[in-house]
């Protein structure tokens, strides 16, 4: 590792400092809205920098924050598939929205990364001393489903053989403040990927904002001897068991909104069949193979290299750059593509997001967000996709089966 | 973030010690650490990534091992941007290398089998290090059977070897070409066609292939055909590479990485989606 400024924080031996433990007997506690800019300036002071939703080009991203000014309060979000709008609420939620097209995987996976530079040196070449270290991040207002995005993620990039080490050193210093849901979008369906619309655990510390009956506050649980500390210097105010209950209903309202879903029962055994399902070449007449859902994905982790050289040709960098399996290069070998049909990309990600995945990190790839559906240029469903390759699958099955009879 | 994971993503350090043409596009190179640097064994059926400064990196499978236990030999087919600049290195130059990486030959299991190795053009480069193992090791296995098929005589590679494992009366070594030119007085034809003519016994055998996809397909319905079992059949895949630690997501075949998974597999574990195109 590099030089280090002293007093960042969430530095160890490697490990967390403070594995967060099970926040289910912790007790939970009450901040007005105002604490939460207390909560960034304390963050910010401890050297990390606060990223959090913000208005952007008319869609709610992730960005640096440096107090309350820059939520985009009294705003929600309205999607469908192929469409987002945001939209005036009639209160002044801080946090009243739910997705907007960045994941959080640009802080862990940057969609460039320099992985060294080198210079000619005789008929050879020496490489420069690595790039400096990930920053401290604060993440204000990471969802449940996000929260579980960045786990699969960390499964990836921390969890086999090779240990990336950017991901490994930004995730053990992030300091994770969860936003649970108290409204789902039209195209969330985390309940069905079990990812939301609560979190249970991965946080340091968790808001659920209360906004009933002219009341603005926020229940507040930690998740984290870290998250127990910082929350210890807003002199929070304890809980009562009404403002749990709302907190609690405020869950099941979001959970009541769900209108979509995937039925995971058998999801890779049934796609591993279903290679050659007619559905693959229905739904590649509507993709444009643009690759926006594996770049809003916040689980997506392919990449490239690119070897970027100075004029000179002296000095040359090797970039790593997000990449896509709708790209035209991604499974080119000499020769040619070997994936060249919109069919062949479309079955490859959807395969593979819900099918190998499985067998390759222990869980679905999905968790649910739905970026893909609102951000999909044509409206394509992954929800809708997945029911009707299980439909013609079903029916193939029960065809052979009739058959054999 | 100088940590040991991170070096496996930047390249070390090689000197070109000897550089040769094998046929018109196909070069050889035997390269070293620089300086003081240790050689990471590479076992037969492993690859290396292969840095040519300003160009980029390429996937390349050892083609021998064990030359001198200090170096290792790469046998590049120039393809395109990087195997072009690769192509070119001349010895004393110094090139970057990353590995090795991947799953080689089970040539432990092969012990006491009569072994059949199938090449198709540049394929023979990574069933090299198979042969020179099997020529040391001569004792420890059953009949020995190399078929080779290049496009024509003059693409037929490393020929000096080829001659040396034929006059040998324990290697049974064929080859054949596509297309015939004047002069060419042997076999003609698919590679597949000089299975018929090869002894070994099916039950107690391990095929080991390595070619265009296409000529292993039709190799495995020959050796099936044979009756040679699929966990007894071996393939080296290629796909695009770029990290070649199972992350970039380029290599994925079904639920391997070719990179790391691979780039042998048994056919038991691939023959399902072998012939699903675009998989």
């Not at chain 1, 945001?86 to 959080?104: K, M, Q, T, V």
């Not at chain 2, 640097?37 to 160009?55: H, I, K, R, Y």
């Amino acid at each position: 590792m590099g030089t280090q400024k002293s007093g960042t924080p969430g530095r160890g031996d490697g490990r967390r400092v403070d594995p967060p433990d099970v926040p289910g007997g912790a007790p939970a506690s009450l901040l007005e809205p105002a604490a939460v800019g207390d909560l960034l300036r304390i963050l910010r002071e401890q050297g990390y920098r606060t990223i959090g939703p913000t208005l952007q080009d008319e869609a709610i991203v992730y960005d640096e924050i440096e107090g309350l000014g820059d939520l985009p309060a009294g705003l929600t979000d309205r999607q469908q598939p192929g469409e987002y709008r945001i939209e005036e609420r009639s209160d002044d939620a801080l946090f009243g929205y739910n997705l907007g097209p960045r994941s959080w995987k640009q802080y862990f996976f940057p969609p460039s990364l320099r992985l060294f530079a080198a210079r000619r040196a005789g008929r050879g070449f020496e490489i420069e001393p690595p790039d400096a270290d990930p920053p401290a991040l604060a993440l204000i207002g990471i969802r449940p489903c996000e929260i579980a995005g960045l786990d699969v993620q960390a499964r990836v990039f921390t969890g086999g053989g090779h240990v990336d080490p950017w991901f490994a050193a930004a995730r053990e210093r992030a300091f994770l403040v969860a936003v649970q849901c108290a409204q789902a979008a039209a195209t969330c369906f985390c309940g069905s990927m079990s990812t939301g619309p609560r979190a249970e655990r991965g946080f340091d510390l968790a808001l659920t904002e209360l906004l009933d009956e002219g009341e603005h506050r926020f229940l507040v649980e930690p998740g984290s001897a870290r998250g127990r500390e910082v929350l210890a210097v807003l002199h929070p105010t304890p809980a009562g068991p009404a403002e749990r209950a709302r907190a609690e209903a405020a869950t099941r309202r979001a959970e009541s909104q769900l209108s979509r879903s995937v039925d995971g029962e058998g999801l890779p055994e049934l796609l591993e069949a279903a290679l050659e399902h007619p559905r693959w070449a229905e739904v590649a007449e509507r993709c444009l193979s643009c690759a926006n859902c594996t770049m809003v994905c916040p689980t997506c982790f392919c990449h490239t290299v690119e070897e970027v050289n100075d004029l000179s040709g002296e000095r040359t960098e090797r970039w790593r750059r997000w990449d896509s399996c709708f790209s035209g290069e991604h499974a080119y070998i000499h020769g040619g593509d070997l994936r060249p049909s919109t069919r062949g990309r479309y079955r490859q990600w959807l395969t593979h997001k819900f099918g190998t995945w499985h067998a390759q990190f222990g869980s679905s790839g999905c968790v649910g967000c739905g970026r893909c559906i609102a951000w999909c240029p044509v409206g394509i469903d992954v929800t809708e996709e997945l029911a009707a390759l299980r439909v013609g699958s079903d029916r193939a099955e029960t065809a052979e089966t009739e058959e054999a009879t | 973030m100088h940590t040991e994971a991170a070096e496996r993503l930047v390249p070390t350090p090689y000197v070109v010690r000897d550089a040769w043409q094998e046929t018109h596009n196909v070069v050889s190179l035997e390269l070293a650490p620089e300086g003081d640097g240790v050689l990471e064994p590479c076992a037969p059926g492993q690859f290396n990534m292969l840095w040519a400064f300003g160009a980029g990196e390429a996937p390349i499978s050892a083609s021998s091992v064990g030359a001198s236990g200090s170096a290792v030999l790469h046998t590049i087919r120039q393809a395109g941007n990087v195997t072009r600049a690769l192509c070119a290195a001349a010895p004393g130059d110094v090139i970057g290398l990353r590995g090795p990486f991947g799953r080689g030959w089970p040539l432990e299991r092969a012990r006491g089998r009569d072994v059949i190795v199938m090449a198709g053009g540049i394929g023979l480069a990574p069933l090299r290090p198979v042969l020179e193992h099997l020529e040391t090791f001569r004792d420890d296995f059953g009949r020995v059977t190399l078929l080779y098929g290049t496009r024509s005589p003059e693409d037929i590679l490393f020929r000096g070897e080829l001659e040396n494992w034929r006059g040998r009366f324990d290697f049974d070594v064929q080859v054949t070409v596509d297309t015939a030119v004047r002069g060419w007085a042997s076999n003609v034809g698919a590679v597949t066609e000089l299975l018929p003519r090869a002894v070994f016994e099916p039950e107690r055998s391990m095929a080991l292939l390595c070619g265009p996809e296409i000529m292993m397909r039709f190799c495995i319905q020959a050796l099936r055909g044979r009756g040679v079992p699929p966990e007894w059949i071996h393939l080296s895949m290629e796909r695009n590479m770029k990290c070649a630690v199972g992350l970039c997501g380029h290599c994925q075949w079904g639920a391997d990485f070719v990179c790391k998974d691979g780039p042998v597999f048994p056919l038991d574990r691939i023959e399902g989606r072998l012939s699903v195109r675009e998989r």
